[in-house]
């Protein structure tokens, strides 16, 4: 209990200090008005997860319990990927891009929801029976530690900054437009609050943090469908043919002529409002395809379960409730454009949403049910929030606890308290660097943030994971040398993209005019792990190379595997 109380202690120095440090970098942030049926609801949800965490805190008492939260069933893992996955770039970020640009803001939809059959098939049950703890667990199996462990981790860290932006951009703008705090204090009590179910709930927590966190979601988002059905006589034909009258109408009043302005209004039913041009296009799929089965805190939710049977079962059913929740965010984009474009409550004179570029979701909460239906959605929204946080902040911190500091530094054999005195320290140390980066990206869409993050993760991490799964070729030069090109070239070219280079630096021109890299990062990433492998003539390729059959034997059969519990 006093140990609790020193990090209590702690956490809340640093998050003074991280606001006084962020101060100079917000800004001034104007108000908005106290939303007091939010905070309530909001409140409650604070008071049952923190219960959660105690609960998961006193059953914490070794680092498999931290890592993997002692085993749950393949139903309960389903909903929890489920709520890993429907993140705030989902929720807030989808619904926003459709409001925006109508049917192109699908792509992500599609994008995202397309990546699990690739994950079920290629990686779900081999990961379960090889795995451990964590990614760098199943890609350094066969090869020599050190190398793959160390690009692994670097490579969780990108993905999670990336991710971990997102969500405190969702965060800031959601709390700012409803509890009248200015965005610096709202993205640090999220980040505080996440720190805290991490510290001392571990991934038991984070779990059912999120199991909650998906039956509020799909709850939530099922009424605010049938809200929008209901305005519109339960017509999708209506729904429709409305949508594109007001954005018609919107083109008329910016000073198109009516024939353009028809033209603009019809554009919404078709491509080309957000993705321009085919390369783009790819480019968006590659990522959001292939970087779902290399993300690191989705990968992580395979070793919760305790045999690949149920993993199986996970992806099943993280699967159903995925892909029915991306079905509603195509109907409340829409549904937004009908029912909140000319309403000034929600739509300020230069035409941006009040409260943020994200917020369209929220804004038609309040149309459909008022306070306290809005209340509710926010409580939706910001479970979203922190849960997802949490657990990117777990998989972050036991990639340097587990993979760097237990299995590099110590070679093996850390002490278990240091371990998780690693990962506690870690974890502190990443909240607050997440609150100065939710501060610097603030104007950024979150959808498109997490489209980065998923760039990186389909560049480095699954051209590693495939190839070291399924080529006996593969060698520990190859995985790390070849990762970390793959990995790099998919930073170097979004940071000279025009995401980061014209939109965060204020360059006039972006050097690489794609904003998504995986089409050209991807094949780079597996071009290079063949080559340097295929070249590598050191003993230790050829040990590489020998080890194969054994681990395709046990991650096809499970044989030799540990309960997820006893690793």
């Excluded at 049950?125 to 451990?132: A, F, I, T």
């Excluded at 530690?145 to 969500?167: C, D, E, H, K, N």
């Excluded at 437009?177 to 999220?190: D, S």
């Excluded at 990443?430 to 993760?457: C, D, H, R, T, Y």
Aim: charged share 10%; with cysteine.
């Amino acid at each position: 209990m006093t140990r609790n109380l020193w990090w209590t202690a702690g956490l809340l120095a640093l998050l003074g200090w991280a606001t006084g440090a962020t101060a100079a970098i917000g800004g001034a942030i104007q108000r908005q008005p106290t939303n007091w049926t939010a905070i309530l609801m909001f409140a409650g949800f604070v008071g049952i997860t923190l219960f959660i965490t105690g609960a998961a805190a006193r059953r914490t008492r070794t680092v498999s319990d931290f890592y993997t939260g002692g085993g749950i069933t393949g139903f309960q893992n389903g909903l929890a990927m489920a709520g890993d996955y429907c993140s705030a770039a989902s929720f807030l970020g989808i619904t926003s891009q459709i409001f925006n640009d109508g049917y192109d803001g699908l792509i992500y939809a599609i994008g995202f929801l397309v990546g699990w059959p690739i994950v079920l098939f290629l990686v779900a049950e081999k990961l379960r029976n090889l795995g451990q703890f964590t990614f760098a667990d199943v890609a350094s199996y066969r090869f020599l530690q050190g190398p793959v462990r160390s690009f692994a981790a670097l490579s969780t860290l990108l993905v999670v900054s990336f991710y971990l932006i997102a969500q405190m951009v969702g965060a800031g703008q959601l709390v700012q437009l409803l509890f009248g705090l200015p965005y610096l204090y709202a993205i640090t009590v999220v980040g505080g609050l996440m720190m805290i179910y991490v510290l001392f709930g571990g991934m038991r927590a984070t779990s059912w943090v999120q199991i909650i966190k998906a039956v509020m979601l799909l709850c939530g988002a099922s009424f605010l469908v049938l809200g929008v059905m209901a305005h519109v006589g339960f017509s999708f034909e209506t729904l429709f043919a409305r949508a594109v009258a007001i954005k018609t109408r919107l083109a008329l009043e910016s000073g198109l002529s009516p024939a353009d302005a028809a033209a603009k209004g019809r554009a919404i039913m078709g491509p080309g409002g957000f993705i321009k041009d085919p390369i783009s296009a790819l480019s968006f799929g590659f990522a959001l395809m292939l970087g779902t089965a290399g993300l690191p805190h989705i990968l992580m939710r395979f070793f919760t379960v305790p045999d690949a049977r149920e993993a199986r079962k996970s992806i099943m059913w993280a699967t159903v409730w995925i892909g029915y929740f991306y079905a509603l965010t195509f109907v409340l984009g829409f549904g937004a454009i009908v029912m909140i474009s000319f309403n000034p409550d929600y739509v300020g004179v230069d035409g941006l949403l009040r409260g943020g570029n994200n917020m369209a979701v929220m804004h038609l909460a309040h149309a459909i049910g008022g306070n306290l239906f809005l209340g509710f959605i926010s409580a939706v929204a910001f479970a979203t929030i922190l849960a997802v946080v949490a657990g990117l902040t777990l998989s972050a911190a036991s990639a340097i606890s587990h993979d760097i500091y237990a299995s590099v530094l110590r070679k093996g054999d850390a002490d278990p308290v240091k371990e998780l005195r690693v990962s506690r320290i870690t974890t502190i140390l990443l909240g607050i660097s997440a609150i100065i980066l939710g501060v610097v990206f603030e104007k950024q869409n979150v959808a498109f943030m997490v489209s980065l993050a998923f760039a990186l993760a389909a560049s480095g991490n699954f051209p590693v994971l495939v190839m070291s799964l399924l080529w006996k070729g593969c060698t520990t030069k190859g995985a790390a040398w070849g990762g970390a090109i793959g990995l790099l070239a998919a930073f170097g070219l979004t940071v000279v993209s025009p995401v980061i280079w014209v939109a965060v630096f204020g360059f006039d021109h972006a050097i690489f005019p794609y904003s998504s890299p995986a089409l050209f990062s991807v094949p780079a990433g597996f071009f290079a792990i063949w080559l340097i492998s295929t070249l590598d003539r050191s003993p230790r390729a050829a040990i590489d190379r020998a080890a194969y059959p054994a681990q395709r034997l046990r991650s096809e059969t499970g044989i030799g595997v540990h309960d997820s519990v006893a690793h």
